[in-house]
């Protein structure tokens, strides 16, 4: 699986959009860019996934650059709940894990 | 529902103890996880189980134990663990194994070795 570079921290005030960025320059054809959260001591939570399109759900928005080689998350207004470790993962259709980075330190400031 | 339970939500053993984390899901799932997470580290996998199979293990030390009973039931067993195993231990499930399928994690069982 492609690896993923992230920023180690980032800070959002209440109420504004939190995007998160990721660089994915190894990216193959065939790799989707997941992402996770996870919440201080609780497990992961799946956010959303995208291969090349732009996707969105109640949670989040994934924006991919055209030539796939870095992704945004964003959280269109985030909240003091939204304090969590965001993990950007690239993996194969056919791959049987999840490799975890050290992800992105987000904090929601009030 | 999209919930994987874990059991118990803490734990604390000693060197020569036996003890078992315990895990289930009843979303149907045929694939099933299990992750050890260090303080500030990423989730790192450990085993893999496909339709009650052993899939990875990813050279896990012989004194943890994975098993899985069912379906819906996925067990760790623990024995003569070093206090440097202290950390969160997390289980998850997905639909099947080997079509990146969404993994849904539960809370995890916070172990401390003494």
């Known amino acids: 699986d492609a690896k993923t570079t992230q920023p180690p921290s980032m800070d959002c005030a209440e109420g504004r959009a939190a995007n998160l960025p990721c660089n994915h320059s190894?990216?193959?054809?065939?790799?989707?860019v997941y992402w996770y959260r996870q919440i201080h001591s609780q497990g992961p939570q799946y956010i959303i996934h995208g291969l090349k399109n732009n996707e969105t759900n109640e949670m989040a928005s994934l924006i991919i650059t055209e030539d796939r080689k870095s992704s945004t998350l964003i959280l269109p207004h985030a909240t003091l709940r939204d304090t969590a470790v965001y993990y950007c993962i690239v993996r194969k259709g056919s791959a049987r894990q999840l490799t975890f980075g050290s992800g992105t330190q987000l904090t929601v400031l009030p | 529902d999209t919930e994987v339970t874990q059991t118990p939500k803490h734990l604390v053993m000693g060197m020569t103890n036996k003890k078992s984390l315990k895990c289930e899901q009843h979303?149907?799932?045929?694939?099933m996880y299990w992750y050890k997470q260090k303080a500030k580290k990423p989730p790192e996998l450990m085993f893999v189980y496909s339709y009650e199979k052993l899939s990875i293990n990813e050279s896990v030390p012989s004194r943890f134990s994975p098993e899985c009973p069912n379906s819906s039931l996925l067990n760790l067993h623990l024995h003569a663990l070093q206090p440097e195993d202290s950390a969160l231990y997390l289980c998850a499930s997905s639909q099947e194994l080997g079509r990146g399928e969404t993994q849904y994690f539960g809370p995890g069982t916070r172990l401390l070795v003494l």
């Open positions: 190894t990216i193959s054809g065939n790799e989707y």
């Open positions: 979303m149907g799932h045929r694939a």
